[in-house]
């Protein structure tokens, strides 16, 4: 089946400094990827869809300056946190799919602590 | 806009026992996906199982089964000879073909525990 590989499983960093969450798919070319957001107990909140080689498409209140996405490669999306605070602490999360009906394929989070 | 509501935030159930899990969707739309995940403590999302709204047959994947009311907007997932694997938090999710945006809606998830 369809894997997602999402880099780095964990990741402290300093109030103020960016942070790069790699999602890459494997074994199958991803036109399109999604980003999420889960905080502890709750369920994933759809951040933004990424459509390679354009403009990630972001959900209303999704602040798109602080939450970067690129696309540049059909098998490689990135979210940068850009200067982090504390609130943004959470777990993020990426989904592709190449057989996207059938339902997708998730990588395995990441893990951001701002301190 | 479409809704997904899962109403029951925490569930438990004896290991080998069997357990319903709820959820309920609200959407206008005929044709669509529904789908339940799995997220472990690892936090992997794991699908489960998933079914065609188009369909009126019941998803099976092993000890695991679908209880699909289109009318109702009711899908219901069973969990059958419940394993201690089988302790997880469960999302049930909607999604829209991929051609007509593809984005999956969670509900708000319920906490399976199985006790040995």
């Known amino acids: 089946g369809a894997v997602v590989s999402q880099h780095p499983s964990w990741v402290i960093c300093k109030s103020g400094t960016s942070v790069k969450i790699e999602c890459r798919s494997l074994?199958?070319?991803?036109?399109?990827m999604f980003w999420y957001r889960q905080f502890p107990k709750q369920s994933l909140m759809l951040m933004a869809t990424?459509?390679?080689?354009?403009?990630?498409?972001?959900e209303q209140g999704v602040e798109k300056d602080k939450f970067l996405i690129n696309h540049a490669s059909l098998t490689l999306s990135t979210l940068t946190v850009t200067s982090a605070h504390p609130e943004d602490s959470s777990f993020y999360i990426c989904?592709?799919?190449?057989?996207?009906?059938?339902?997708?394929?998730f990588g395995s989070g990441t893990r951001l602590t701002v301190v | 806009a479409q809704t997904v509501t899962q109403s029951q935030p925490e569930m438990s159930v004896q290991e080998a026992e069997t357990v319903t899990l709820s959820c309920t969707y609200d959407?206008?739309?005929?044709?669509?996906?529904l789908f339940w995940y799995k997220q472990p403590p690892s936090r992997q999302m794991i699908l489960v199982i998933r079914?065609?709204?188009?369909?009126?047959q019941n998803a099976t994947e092993n000890r695991f089964s679908v209880n699909f009311q289109k009318a109702a907007k009711s899908f219901s997932l069973k969990i059958s000879d419940s394993q201690l694997g089988d302790t997880a938090m469960y999302f049930c999710?909607?999604?829209?073909?991929?051609?007509?945006?593809?984005?999956?809606?969670f509900g708000q998830g319920t906490e399976l525990s199985v006790k040995p």
């Open positions: 999710a909607f999604m829209k073909p991929y051609n007509q945006g593809g984005k999956l809606i």
């Open positions: 989904s592709a799919e190449d057989t996207p009906d059938y339902g997708y394929t």
């Open positions: 959407t206008s739309e005929s044709n669509y996906y």
């Open positions: 990424s459509n390679e080689g354009s403009k990630a498409t972001y």
């Open positions: 074994d199958f070319q991803a036109t399109t």
């Open positions: 079914q065609e709204a188009y369909k009126q």
